[in-house]
């Protein structure tokens, strides 16, 4: 599709809508490019549109910083709405969350990643003479590349704020993301008189965003529209957003930084440098809490496809083959939100490795005992692995009986199962590791069952002694070639 008046731009496929405009996939001179094109009812029936958008023109055109989305041009065609031409990015931030199939959604490094470009992005606009607050800072403005740098968009509500703050339009952006201040007071919306605010909230909505993508879903706060109840009263942020702070958990290593962004007073707010210098202490922290689990069983009864399928479920099992050596993952648990990570030391179903038993599963939490429900040898053999169990791992090492496979007939009665688990007191489950059925509650629940045995100051972080052991341990045959046994370290 081509626009009449405008040379060398060939429109290929919508790829967005917002409030305010359609973005289109394009070719402009030959490169691939994304065009945004005022809405025809929005261009006629809003009175201020075209002046916001030769604003995000004008500020385009001269705010160059990687993460900011380039303008290559801005056209206003006399015979069509205008244009408004910048960099084609892979995708918004709320798209790529909703598409991701691993958990959490968004891994805990990336993120931090995601946010201190946003944060840098966002810095470059407040550390100014005259401050720009971008007013709009949510998940659909944030685009991403396909190596996932993020970079601010849509500067249609961004204006220049001289000093400390100034009197502007209320609630500029989508709601869920505004500060409280941006609010008449105690009024609904329908009473748009100017407000008061500053850079803050930009901050704001910074916090609103980061809590959405450790989430992994869009902000519910409540009340919803309005921060105000119906009688007029203020509903404190951490209040109106506390189903969602609560699903975070209160061991998140960012938990701070996202009470701080969501303070109701915007002097309490940290500027956007610290925020930059809270994300940086958590890149790569190791602050979450860490939870050693031994994983236990018969060589070809799945303990592998378990993990991997856990943590990318569209894995396809028929790829995944039996670990030889000993094997260590590291897989991500979210109990309420709180992130968890259980480093999994998986022996393979190796049957020589008494010399460096003890080494593997010292200081293990929990114990995953695994049996094949169609085959009889792997839950005979379960006694053996119970011995390791009580020798190496612990007298309060919580141990869980999983039966995998039921997708297959059933050779091992489940009454069988649960009177051997009864008798040595741990819970059983049984799974399928091919269509995922409990998958999920199996790592989970012996997650919960973990942490509701400790008290908070309890929780055992692992120490730097032990992340020296997380390399993979190979066990050679003595007859074979000894060389290479030993690799680097994973983490």
Not at 289 to 309: F, Q
Not at 396 to 412: F, S
Request: aromatic share 8%; charged share 25%; hydrophobic share 40%.
């Amino acid at each position: 599709m081509k626009i009449e008046g405008v040379e060398g731009l060939e429109i290929k496929e919508r790829i967005g809508e917002g409030s305010f405009g359609v973005v289109y996939k394009a070719k402009w001179h030959g490169d691939f490019v994304a065009v945004k094109q005022l809405k025809a009812d929005v261009a006629w029936g809003y009175p201020n549109a075209l002046e916001d958008f030769q604003r995000e023109c004008e500020f385009l055109r001269v705010l160059k910083h990687p993460n900011i989305v380039e303008m290559y041009d801005a056209i206003f065609p006399e015979q069509s709405l205008p244009l408004l031409i910048t960099e084609l990015m892979w995708c918004d931030l709320r798209a790529y969350y909703k598409n991701s199939k691993t958990k959490p959604k968004v891994p805990l490094r990336e993120t931090i990643k995601i946010m201190l470009d946003v944060s840098e992005g966002l810095k470059f606009l407040h550390v100014r003479d005259d401050p720009i607050v971008h007013r709009d800072i949510n998940s659909h403005n944030i685009l991403l590349d396909s190596k996932l740098r993020a970079k601010i968009a849509d500067l249609g509500q961004a204006k220049e704020f001289p000093g400390l703050g100034a009197f502007a339009t209320p609630v500029p952006g989508a709601t869920v993301y505004m500060a409280p201040e941006t609010f008449p007071s105690g009024c609904t919306l329908q009473a748009y008189r100017s407000v008061d605010y500053g850079a803050e909230i930009d901050i704001f909505s910074f916090g609103v965003v980061l809590l959405e993508l450790i989430l992994g879903h869009l902000p519910t706060p409540k009340p919803f529209c309005v921060p105000y109840t119906k009688g007029g009263d203020l509903v404190p942020e951490h209040t109106r957003r506390q189903k969602e702070l609560g699903e975070m958990g209160t061991l998140h290593p960012l938990r701070d930084t996202v009470l701080q962004c969501l303070e109701n007073d915007p002097r309490r707010r940290p500027n956007i440098t610290q925020v930059i210098t809270d994300l940086r202490k958590n890149y790569g922290s190791e602050n979450c809490i860490k939870l050693k689990i031994a994983l236990l069983g018969s060589s070809g009864v799945g303990k592998s496809l378990l993990i991997k399928r856990y943590v990318d479920m569209d894995v396809p099992f028929e790829f995944v083959r039996s670990t030889i050596g000993v094997d260590q993952q590291f897989v991500p648990v979210e109990i309420g939100n709180q992130l968890v990570v259980l480093w999994i030391v998986d022996p393979a179903g190796q049957e020589r490795f008494d010399s460096i038993a003890p080494a593997l599963f010292r200081g293990s939490h929990g114990a995953f005992l695994v049996y094949d429900v169609s085959e009889p040898l792997s839950f005979n053999a379960l006694p053996k692995y119970m011995e390791f169990i009580e020798s190496y791992c612990g007298e309060n090492v919580k141990t869980m009986l999983i039966g995998n496979k039921i997708d297959l007939r059933r050779r091992v009665e489940f009454e069988s199962a649960q009177s051997y688990a009864d008798k040595n007191e741990m819970e059983h489950l049984e799974v399928s590791a091919k269509t995922l059925d409990n998958v999920d509650e199996m790592f989970e629940r012996l997650a919960r069952k973990i942490l509701d045995s400790l008290n908070e100051n309890d929780v055992h972080i692992l120490e730097e002694t032990l992340h020296r052991q997380q390399s993979r341990i190979h066990l050679a045959d003595h007859s074979g070639d000894h060389k290479n046994t030993a690799r680097g370290c994973k983490c």
